[in-house]
């Protein structure tokens, strides 16, 4: 496993540590800093200088970052999502890395009006307003609606970093709408710190294992999260078990293991569809 540069850690998570007034604050520090316009690697340095100097920010930050943009330039996505786009870190970061590899769309996917707001100004103030859209709203309210409007078919690579407990059943969601498909690649953060035992069994089961679990169809997962992570918008939300999802799906997944921007351990799950077993 590859070590942390202290030098580069993020402040201290505080008890409260987002939604608080600090992502406006971000806004307004890094649009203050006029050479920075134009310049999404410049951006991302001034966003990393605020979390170091000033206050925690809930990034995926340079050590993970740097997998799921590696995965962008070799698999050069077209159209790619993210679920959760928070203070636009990583819809920058990401954004950047697909219109450098060719790619038409990313769509960041971000149920806060107010987080979506910040996200557009600084999306605007890097220049990328070309390739990314904003889509505010709950994130399967959000799938629905690209999937309805005829904006994406199929996904070629998504990051997941929402709502822990939501990983599993967007992806059944996704998956149920035909939008996953042999050659699309998952990213999916935070898988060790906070961690997400769900997510990780259903990306790493066989179709068989898949199959019999549809038949033991089961309510609604939180019991293996954290509690602040199940509720972390204030309580548990309720989210649809009735999304079968497509269990034919083979996938081949594996942990990156990397850190927080903090420096605590934590790791990328890669998940890679190679297409699907017939019945």
């Known amino acids: 496993m590859p070590s942390f540069d202290e030098s580069k850690a993020y402040a201290s998570q505080e008890e409260t ?42 990034n995926v930050g340079e050590d993970k970052g740097k997998i799921v943009t590696d995965i962008i330039r070799k698999t050069k996505p077209n159209i790619m999502l993210e679920l959760g ?65 005829a904006k994406v078919k199929q996904i070629d690579m998504m990051f997941l970093d929402h709502y822990k407990p939501a990983y599993t059943t967007d992806l059944k969601l996704c998956e149920s709408l035909g939008m996953i498909g042999k050659g699309t690649v998952l990213a999916a953060d935070n898988v060790i710190s906070p961690g997400n035992p769900p997510y990780l069994k259903y990306v790493r089961s066989s179709v068989r294992e898949k199959r019999r679990e549809l038949m033991h169809q089961s309510q609604q997962d939180t019991a293996n999260f954290p509690g602040r ?45 190679l297409g699907e077993e017939t019945v």
């Open 85 to 149: 786009g928070y203070c636009g870190y990583s819809t920058i970061l990401f954004g950047d890395a697909v219109r450098a590899s060719g790619g038409q769309r990313y769509f960041s996917l971000e149920r806060s009006p107010k987080f979506a707001k910040n996200i557009k100004a600084l999306i605007d103030f890097a220049g990328l307003s070309d390739i990314v859209e904003v889509v505010v709203g709950p994130s399967d309210e959000g799938i629905q609606h690209l999937y309805g409007a």
């Open 229 to 273: 992570s199940a509720a972390q918008y204030g309580k548990v939300e309720t989210l649809s078990t009735e999304v079968m999802g497509n269990p034919n799906l083979v996938y081949q997944s594996e942990l990156i293991d990397s850190f927080e921007p903090t420096g605590e351990k934590d790791g990328v799950e890669i998940t890679r569809c």
């Open 17 to 58: 540590f987002f939604d608080d007034g600090r992502e406006e604050e971000l806004v307004t520090f890094i649009t203050g800093k006029a050479d920075l316009r134009g310049s999404p690697a410049a951006i991302l340095k001034g966003i990393d200088e605020y979390a170091r100097t000033r206050k925690y920010l809930m």
